[in-house]
Every structure is written in structure tokens, then in C-alpha cells.
């Protein structure tokens, strides 16, 4: 939001709207940008890195055409001639825009890919790899920025038809059918894209209810539905099958475009939503009664009146509570230890969630002790500073790193 309406970038030139309106899934570019752009790549890349003709892209279905896509106010304001101007968050940001702007208006990259069929008996092996011969876009945006070392691997050495290769090592790997991986805030937002339902503006509103509302938690960057979700789920497919329907959504959807554009009165198409959803909901409360998620019992003690304290979910997750309630109104959060000791007391590493519903790794002592991290504590140690490691994901593979940022430590997981 504050790169569209402006952030101030010294005397020179005073304060700056640098991207264009964000809420739209327009894909549509002004020549004039289109022009400048196409100036900056030549300048600063070459002819060759120019297409012949100004890219063009076709927006999806149904996308909101009235504004251009998100795209930086001068393509040749570059993001290293703002890092003293904008905040880490703000320049990251900037510099995604602008890479992906820039990258859609440059040259197609040309990869030559190469593949090898090894005979061995009556087995066949296949191997593929690529070679960038012309970067292309690549040049300013790689999709993958992160190579691991098992990709780095794919690069095939020279080899001739008909030549009779060396045997050095043989791994036989098992692999197992993995059921769909749950859906991230990412894939979400691209699910409801293709599917016709909401828009820029909605996304955000409504990832921000099915977490405030407790129906997911976030685990590892996903969506992990509550006990309470999976209810509403259930309760909403018996009783309002029809509305939750992705196609009546996005039927909705459109029918509200064409009210926007003038093609469809307003009223009439309220009302032939409201009249059978006003019969339903009717439905919905005589026969849905109040619903109890059942608490499930503990060894904690509650340190107030003796009871064995319960496990409740609230908006936040779940957390222990007095069943005393009202006569006591004992609450702790649910604490998961991790079998690591806190760095910095005698506490030990517990898993906890924001508000957000993110979780990070903290002190069991807190507010005594104020250790926290984002990154998943070890209990194995720094050999450069003695610091604990933490544990980072990448795309593929983790890797330990040094808790302490400025060491720079980093290693690989090994398999286990």
C-alpha cells in the first residue's frame, strides 16, 4: 500500500507513488511503459534481450481490466537506486515487482535439453538435463532461485551414442504415492484464481477470517483445518451445499461484474439469491444446535483449585483450561516441547503460535525468559561461535544454520 501511494525519495524528487494500483489481476501494460521498459533492457542488457514486438499477455477470465497490472510507475527506476529510500520489507517487495515486470517484457530464454537412455540387460535408465544456451529473462528473474545439490547433479557429462559407460554407484530409492500437500497461503490464493473466486482485494480479508475464526492453523507455512473447521465444513456441505458450490461462487462472481458494468440490474439478482438462502438459513437454525467441541482431559493440575485442567480450541488454537469455569478461570497456553533446552535459561524450547496463527519456537520460563525464533532450535552447536544451530527449509533439502546472524554458519541436513 505504501508503494502505490507514495514513499518520500530525498529533496530531489520528493515523495513517489512507485508501483501502480494493486488491487487488480489485470494483465494489460501501457505502451508508454511498455516503451520504457523495452529502453531500459537495451541499455542495460543489449538488443538482444528486447523482443521484436512488445509482449503481450491475455488476462484470465473475468479479470479486472479497468487498471493496469501491478507494475513499477518507471520501469527504469531500478531497486538499487531505492535501498536508502525504503525499508527491507518495502525494497523486497519493490524488487519483485519490478523483476517480474521487467522479465515479462524481455526475450524468451532458449534452453537445449538433452536426454540419455542407458541399456543395462533388459533395463532401461533415463536421464534428462538442460543447458541455458540464451538467458533471456533469466537474466533478471529465475523462478528457482535456489538450486540445491541434488538439482546441481542433473548436469550430464558429454557422452557419445553407442558408448559403453562405467557402473560407479547404484542407489535404489523407494518412493511412495504422497496424498495432495495441504494448501498454503501461495497455492490458495492461485486455487481461488483459477477457479473464478474473488478478487486481489478479497484474498487477504478472507485468509485473515478462516484464521481468526479458527477453522485452519498455520503449520509450516500451510493450512492445517481445526476441529472446529472440519465441523463447519461438514455442516455447510449438508446444509448449504449448493451456495458453497464453486461454480455458484463464481457465477456470483461474474453476475456482480455485470452490475458493476451496467449489463444486469442489481436488485433482481439479489433477490433471486436471498429468497432461497433466507428458507435455507431458516433450515439451518431450527435444527443446528449449539456446537461443543468436546474438551479432552490432562494430567496438568490447575495450581488454583486442584482440577485436572482440559484442553480447549479457541480462535487461536488450542490451550489448557480450568473446568471449573466459571468458579475458575485458570487458562495456560498447551506448550510442546521439542527435547531442545532453552539457550539462554533452564527452560526447555516450546512451540507456541502469534496471533496470526504462526508458529515460532520459545522459552517455557516466558515471561521470565524472553528467548524466541522463528527457525526450529537443535541441539547441536555452532563450531565457529558455540551459538545453537536452527533449522531452515529450502525448497528441497534444510540446511542447520548458525543462530547467531551475523556468523553466517550454514551446513546441510544430512539424510536421515
Known amino acids: ?83 536508502n529510500y525504503l525499508s527491507r520489507d518495502q525494497l523486497r517487495l519493490y524488487q519483485l515487482i519490478w523483476e517480474r515486470f521487467l522479465a515479462s517484457q524481455m526475450s524468451p530464454a532458449l534452453l537445449e535439453v538433452t536426454t540419455l537412455e542407458i541399456a543395462a540387460g533388459t533395463y532401461q535408465f533415463r536421464a534428462s538435463g538442460s543447458v541455458v544456451k540464451f538467458p533471456g529473462f533469466l537474466r533478471v528473474y529465475t523462478v528457482q532461485e535456489e538450486e540445491t545439490a541434488e538439482e546441481s547433479d542433473h548436469v550430464l557429462p558429454p557422452v557419445a551414442e553407442g558408448e559403453l559407460l562405467k557402473l560407479i554407484k547404484l542407489e535404489p530409492k523407494q518412493h511412495f504415492t504422497q496424498p495432495p500437500p495441504r494448501y498454503s497461503e501461495a497455492t490458495l490464493v492461485k486455487t481461488l484464481e483459477e477457479l473464478g473466486i474473488g478478487r486481489p482485494s478479497t484474498y487477504a480479508p478472507t485468509i485473515d477470517n478462516i484464521l481468526n475464526r479458527g477453522y485452519v492453523v498455520r503449520e509450516q507455512k500451510q493450512f492445517v483445518p481445526t476441529e472446529l473447521g472440519q465441523i463447519v465444513v461438514d455442516l455447510l456441505k449438508e446444509y448449504f451445499s449448493d451456495i458453497i ?54 494430567d496438568h493440575e490447575c495450581e488454583k483449585c486442584g482440577r485436572k485442567m482440559v484442553i480447549k480450541t479457541g480462535r487461536y488454537g488450542k490451550f489448557l483450561a480450568c473446568p471449573g469455569f466459571p468458579d475458575c478461570r485458570n487458562t495456560k497456553p498447551l506448550l510442546e516441547t521439542i527435547g531442545v533446552p532453552c539457550p539462554f535459561c533452564k527452560g526447555e524450547v516450546v512451540i507456541r503460535k502469534s496471533k496470526r496463527g504462526k508458529k515460532f519456537y520459545g522459552c517455557s520460563n516466558y515471561p521470565y525468559c524472553d528467548y524466541l525464533s522463528w527457525d526450529k532450535p537443535t541441539t547441536q552447536k555452532c563450531p565457529d561461535g558455540g551459538k545453537i544451530l536452527v533449522e531452515k527449509q529450502g525448497k528441497k533439502k534444510g540446511k542447520l544454520v548458525c543462530g547467531d546472524k551475523s556468523c553466517g554458519y550454514e551446513t546441510q541436513i544430512s539424510d536421515r
Do not use: C
Not at 516503451?35 to 473475468?62: C, F, M, T
Not at 432461497?276 to 443446528?288: G, M, T, Y
Open 1 to 83: 500500500q505504501e508503494l502505490y501511494e507514495g514513499l518520500s525519495l530525498g529533496k530531489k524528487e520528493g515523495a513517489q507513488g512507485l508501483i501502480t494500483y494493486i488491487r487488480t489481476d489485470s494483465t494489460r501494460v501501457a505502451s508508454q511503459a511498455q516503451e520504457e521498459a523495452r529502453r531500459y533492457i537495451a541499455e542495460k542488457y543489449g538488443d538482444e534481450y528486447v523482443p521484436d514486438k512488445p509482449n503481450q499477455y491475455v488476462s484470465k477470465k473475468n479479470a479486472q481490466g479497468a487498471h493496469e497490472a501491478i507494475r513499477p510507475t518507471s520501469p527504469a527506476r531500478d531497486p538499487e537506486s531505492l535501498k
Open 245 to 298: 458450490d464453486v461454480q455458484f461462487t463464481a457465477h456470483m462472481e461474474q453476475k456482480l461484474d455485470e452490475i458493476e458494468e451496467g449489463e444486469l440490474e442489481w436488485r433482481g439478482v439479489v433477490e433471486e439469491f436471498y429468497l432461497p438462502f433466507a428458507k435455507l438459513l431458516a433450515q439451518a437454525e431450527k435444527e443446528i444446535g449449539e456446537i461443543v467441541l468436546e474438551d479432552e482431559e490432562t
